[in-house]
């Protein structure tokens, strides 16, 4: 790899909230060794409130956060993914584009929070259920030996952390 970050892509369907508060959770949990970044099918006009706020309530980084297309990362001037991580069960089950570099690709579905209705706090307590459930697997992942684990046994591992 030549000393860079492993790159890892989380997608949505709208890149609104679950994959954009992984992306943000995999840029400070994994320090450099790991350098994420997010897109949906079909990204909403911008990041879902609640979600900026409980990255802010956790006090993770929110400046320049937007949603994607996911094309933008077929492109050939885009960066070549390690893993492409799909966080919502619509986006795991669309024809997803061919990501150059051959990803490993896993499923890794969380409850979509901008769906659940309830009062604010609610919603605010939902949004901070769904970041905790991320945040445990992104540091079960950038805490896996990466570079010593053959590529069926890596698979294995970042297959089965999306079921805890």
């Known amino acids: ?3 860079r970050p492993y790159n890892v892509l989380f997608l949505c369907t709208h890149n609104s909230a679950r994959s954009i508060m992984a992306e943000v959770i995999i840029n400070y949990v994994g320090r ?3 350098k994420g970044f997010s897109a949906g099918s079909h990204p909403a006009t911008a990041p879902n409130h609640f979600a900026l706020a409980t990255l802010q309530r956790l006090r993770f980084p929110t400046e320049g956060l937007y949603s994607k297309n996911w094309d933008a990362f077929t492109k050939p001037d885009a960066p070549v993914m390690d893993f ?3 966080v919502c069960d619509d986006a795991a089950g669309e024809v997803c ?5 051959q990803p490993m690709i896993a ?3 969380v409850e979509d929070p901008s769906r659940f209705e309830g009062s604010d706090e609610e919603k605010s307590r939902e949004f901070l259920r769904v970041a905790n459930i991320l945040k445990r697997r992104i540091e079960l992942f950038t805490s896996l030996p990466v570079d010593k684990l053959d590529r069926l046994s890596l698979q294995g591992h970042v297959t089965s ?3 805890q």
């Open 1 to 3: 790899m030549g000393g």
């Open 32 to 34: 450099g060794k790991f």
């Open 84 to 86: 492409v991580l799909t």
């Open 97 to 101: 584009p061919v990501w150059p570099g």
């Open 107 to 109: 499923h890794w579905g």
């Open 161 to 163: 952390i999306g079921r």
